[in-house]
T-cell receptor, first 115, second 108 residues
C-alpha cells in the first residue's frame, strides 16, 4: 500500500532556479493538497484540488503553481525559488474534500533548501 | 492570523503519566476537529477527531475533549508511552487549517 508518494525526498536549489515537486496517490481520492511545514508555523496550506480539473489557493500560494494532472497526480511548481521557500513540503489527499469529518492522508515529505 | 493555536511548543512527561496537549481556535463556525501525530522524517498521520456536537471522544489511550464555549480542545494520552513521542497537530476540517504543533517527549 503506497498511499501518497512524493518525489524527490530532498532537493537543494539555488535562488532563481525552478523545480517541480511530484505527488501521486493510489487511493482513488478526489481531493489533493500541498502544505509546507516551517518551525513554529505548523502546516500551512499552499494549494488544493477538490477534484480533477480544479485547483484553488490556500493560505500561502504566492510563489507557487500547481497542476492536477489527473486524478492520481498533483504537482507543485516553484518557478523562481527564493530562500523563503526553504521548507518541508507535504502532499496529502482525502476521499472527497466535501465532508467536514474527513481525514487527510499525507506523503512523507520533501525537504527543500534554497540557497 | 492564527485561527488555530497550540501555545505550548513542547511538553515532556514521564512514562505512565498523563499527557495533555491543548489547542485553541477562534472561529465558532468550526465544527470538526482532528488531531494528527507526526514522527521525524514522516508525514502526519490521523490520530483522533471530534465533532462539535460532542464534548468527548475516546479511542483507547487517546481522548479528545471539546469545550465549545471556551473554543478549546485538548488531547489526553493515558498512560503515556515512549512511542508517543512525536509532534502533535490539531486541525480544523473546515478549511484544513493546522496549529503550529506541540512536540511531546515521553521519558522512560
Amino acid at each position: 500500500n503506497a498511499g501518497v508518494t512524493q518525489t524527490p525526498k530532498f532537493q537543494v536549489l539555488k535562488t532563481g532556479q525552478s523545480m517541480t515537486l511530484q505527488c501521486a496517490q493510489d487511493m482513488n481520492h478526489n481531493s489533493m493538497y500541498w502544505y509546507r511545514q516551517d518551525p513554529g508555523m505548523g502546516l500551512r496550506l499552499i494549494y488544493y484540488s477538490a477534484s480533477e480539473g480544479t485547483t484553488d489557493k490556500g493560505e500561502v500560494p504566492n510563489g507557487y503553481n500547481v497542476s492536477r494532472l489527473n486524478k492520481r497526480e498533483f504537482s507543485l511548481r516553484l518557478e523562481s525559488a527564493a530562500p523563503s521557500q526553504t521548507s518541508v513540503y507535504f502532499c496529502a489527499s482525502s476521499v472527497t474534500g466535501q465532508d467536514y469529518n474527513e481525514k487527510l492522508f499525507f506523503g512523507s515529505g520533501t525537504q527543500l533548501s534554497v540557497l | 492570523d492564527q485561527q488555530v493555536k497550540q501555545n505550548s511548543p513542547s511538553l515532556s512527561v514521564q512514562e505512565g503519566r498523563i499527557s495533555i496537549l491543548n489547542c485553541d481556535y477562534t472561529n465558532s463556525m468550526f465544527d470538526y476537529f482532528l488531531w494528527y501525530k507526526k514522527y521525524p522524517a514522516e508525514g502526519p498521520t490521523f490520530l483522533i477527531s471530534i465533532s462539535s456536537i460532542k464534548d468527548k471522544n475516546e479511542d483507547g489511550r487517546f481522548t479528545v475533549f471539546l469545550n465549545k464555549s471556551a473554543k478549546h480542545l485538548s488531547l489526553h494520552i493515558v498512560p503515556s508511552q515512549p512511542g508517543d513521542s512525536a509532534v502533535y497537530f490539531c486541525a480544523v476540517s473546515h478549511d484544513m487549517r493546522f496549529g503550529a504543533g506541540t512536540r511531546l517527549t515521553v521519558k522512560p
